[in-house]
């Protein structure tokens, strides 16, 4: 501890994800990259996550640094409250408070906080930065032309339910109504969902900074268009671990943070394992993200599509959604070693397994944005919210997949997923795909690159601290 008190850093970071694992790892990455270039970055989580996670820099020689603040529900975090809206506002008055005797625990110190990046999500927290007079900085953890979108809805620019005459937004045109954030919910779930979408740009004109988990090159026309009215905004992705891009960082090998469970490590060894075994571009990965989202009807579906194939699967599917699988189908993919099912997979190491050929995905951002990092192609499936966007990005702004039609239900029929894995993995379009895919792969790793764009704001960003 004295020789860590006596450590020289160019500033002190703090950084507060949204308590939620796809919001937390791209925060973690954040931080190891911004303690790689000589800050000190301290990452506070709910006192809930904190002890249900387990929370570690990935890398030894970036050291950051961990802290907790409450969101009101110690025991059981969100799931403890009745729902997403009292869960909400009961994290924006303790978290708010807790944030602040934070700040103040650090106020003389040898390092007190100079600046506070924080989720887009939370956007209270740069009220409480700036009643201690600290730089605020918005983090975004999805693509910008979702970012985009739900700003011009804060700002009336968009109506909802959209219409189609609302798409010639400069750096929006390209998208059509069917591509639009869909929000499959009736009631009250669908109105929770909306009030934090507008929400996250209630305040944005107070962050001093809004950093952008993406590549300058993946969504060019839209950040220059959003750039007009939003101002320091910074592309500062991929935030993934180095090892799968720059190698630039020292032992940066994993996302570092995944529930406390027995089972991750034996997972881990059983998927590459298995993957090791299978000729390079022969294996259809399958991940729907870390949130259950598909109805019973829809697993069936999928599980014949991809038994169809006859391709070997590696499919990620969680303990509580096992029942929903067909009957028998875990027996028969054993018996003829088909395909593999796991009740966790390490996505990266998964992902950039040559076995992997494609990746079938419900299109979470974290997800998309791996895969393009990897060269991953990709077979899309979204499910709700920004997910149909990013599906119109992988198929035809990046042309790095193929997306899955629906039935009038939104069911994607098992004839359906097998053609679009088949067309990928061997169609006409497959070979134009895995190029596309490489391409995007090389422009990721030129961002995060020393001199690269996404470096170069990271740079940016750090060298305005001592300007303010």
């Not at 693509?143 to 968009?158: A, D, E, I």
């Not at 796991?342 to 974290?366: I, Y």
């Amino acid at each position: 501890m004295e020789m860590e008190n006596r450590r020289s850093y160019r500033a002190h970071i703090l950084l507060i994800p949204y308590p939620s694992l796809s919001h937390i790892n791209p925060l973690l990455q954040f931080s190891n990259r911004l303690a790689s270039k000589g800050i000190k970055a301290t990452l506070a989580t709910t006192i809930f996550i904190s002890n249900t996670m387990n929370l570690k820099s990935s890398s030894s020689s970036s050291s950051v640094h961990f802290e907790t603040i409450s969101d009101g529900f110690d025991e059981g975090g969100s799931k403890q409250s009745p729902d997403t809206t009292t869960y909400l506002r009961r994290l924006e008055v303790v978290g708010s408070k807790t944030l602040a005797e934070l700040i103040e625990r650090h106020e003389y110190s040898m390092h007190p906080i100079d600046c506070i990046v924080y989720d887009l999500c939370m956007p209270w927290v740069v009220d409480v930065a700036k009643e201690f007079g600290i730089l605020g900085a918005a983090f975004a953890t999805q693509p910008c032309t979702v970012n985009f979108l739900y700003y011009c809805l804060h700002r009336g620019l968009l109506k909802y339910p959209f219409s189609s005459n609302q798409l010639s937004i400069p750096g929006l045109s390209f998208l059509e109504l069917n591509d639009m954030p869909c929000f499959h919910f009736v009631g009250r779930l669908r109105l929770e969902v909306l009030e934090v979408l507008m929400k996250q740009f209630s305040n944005v004109e107070k962050a001093d900074f809004l950093l952008v988990n993406t590549v300058y090159g993946f969504e060019k026309e839209v950040v220059d268009s959003m750039s007009k009215l939003v101002t320091n905004l910074l592309t500062v992705g991929p935030t993934i671990p180095s090892i799968f891009l720059d190698k630039r960082i020292k032992d940066d090998n994993e996302y570092g943070v995944n529930p406390i469970t027995t089972t991750i490590s034996s997972s881990s060894a059983i998927c590459s394992d298995w993957l090791n075994k299978k000729p390079a571009g022969s294996v259809v990965y399958v991940s729907f993200g870390s949130t259950p989202y598909l109805k019973s009807k829809q697993m069936e579906e999928l599980a014949l599509g991809l038994k169809n194939t006859n391709f070997h699967f590696l499919w990620s599917v969680s303990a509580s959604e096992h029942s929903k699988l067909p009957t028998k189908f875990l027996e028969e993919i054993s018996d003829n070693k088909s395909g593999l099912i796991v009740k966790w997979s390490p996505q990266l190491e998964v992902l950039s397994n040559e076995a992997v050929g494609c990746f079938v995905t419900h299109c979470g951002w974290n997800s998309t944005i791996e895969a393009l990092s990897l060269g991953v192609p990709m077979v899309a499936m979204p499910q709700w919210t920004d997910q149909t966007t990013n599906a119109k990005l992988i198929e035809d702004l990046w042309k790095v997949g193929v997306r899955v039609g629906v039935d009038e239900d939104g069911i994607a029929m098992r004839d359906e997923i097998e053609f679009s894995i088949r067309e990928v993995m061997e169609g006409k379009r497959g070979r134009q795909i895995k190029l596309n895919a490489n391409k995007w792969r090389n422009m990721a790793i030129e961002a995060i690159s020393q001199g690269g764009t996404s470096d170069n704001n990271i740079d940016e960003f750090l060298s305005k601290l001592t300007c303010f």
